[in-house]
């Protein structure tokens, strides 16, 4: 029963560097999701993947980069982190849109987040 | 545009019943969700509720809707410990035409803080 699970649970950085939060789900779902979450401003999305082969910006998509490597793993890249990009970061995933199905709750399943400091 | 407002903080005495109330700007949300995070923890689902239903009672969780006033409510009957955490109210918007991801709205998030 893993559901959705991300790495690396915690992260320092200092400012300019790179680095990768991997994300992977076993439940066979279509579509997945990054969001940033910080004190005060709920959830905001950065990217999603609506289905394998497929992304698209959120709200917040600059400093950010994805790969939908396959249907299960989603990363999440920052090519050269700034301060601004401290937050906890939440990868989740939903069944997403299925042709022929009329449209329901899209339910995420979330993963357990991923604290990244930036100094 | 779309917004959805959650008051950030709401403290309560073990035992008593808790109401945390949302408001939402989009009149042409389909759903709506109730979401609880523990500490350290990612979003769980706890509840959700179609926009043409008024009332939903899940065990010791009632959530009722109010589309005129575009408002959601979530009670939680006997409220225990346990239930301390930040619970997120959310809405989703209808699907585009063409299909693909039917955008979802989260507001801050309200605290719940249960004390003796």
């Known amino acids: 029963n893993a559901g959705v699970t991300q790495t690396p649970k915690f992260q320092v950085l200092k400012t300019g560097q790179s680095m990768t939060l991997q994300c992977a789900q076993d439940m066979n779902h279509n579509s997945m999701y990054w969001y940033r979450q910080d004190p005060g401003m709920g959830l905001r999305l950065i990217y999603y993947?609506?289905?394998?082969?497929?992304?698209d910006k959120g709200e917040v998509p600059n400093g950010y980069n994805v790969s939908r490597l396959n249907k299960r793993e989603f990363s999440l890249r920052l090519e050269s982190a700034a301060p601004s990009q401290t937050s906890v970061y939440f990868c989740a995933s939903s069944e997403g849109w299925i042709p022929g199905r009329s449209s329901g709750a899209n339910v995420l399943t979330f993963g357990a987040g991923s604290r990244l400091t930036v100094l | 545009g779309e917004d959805v407002e959650q008051s950030l903080f709401l403290s309560v005495r073990e035992g008593d019943s808790s109401v945390i109330n949302c408001t939402y700007t989009d009149s042409s949300s389909t759903y709506l969700y109730w979401y609880k995070q523990e500490p350290g923890a990612g979003l769980q689902l706890l509840t959700y509720i179609f926009s043409n239903m008024d009332m939903k009672q899940d065990q010791r969780l009632t959530v009722l809707l109010n589309k005129k006033d575009k408002h959601l409510s979530l009670r939680i009957a006997d409220t225990q410990t346990g239930d301390s955490a930040i619970y997120f109210c959310a809405e989703t918007l209808p699907r585009p035409p063409r299909g693909g991801y039917n955008k979802l709205i989260f507001g801050a998030g309200t605290r719940l803080a249960v004390h003796p």
């Open positions: 993947s609506a289905s394998e082969g497929t992304t």
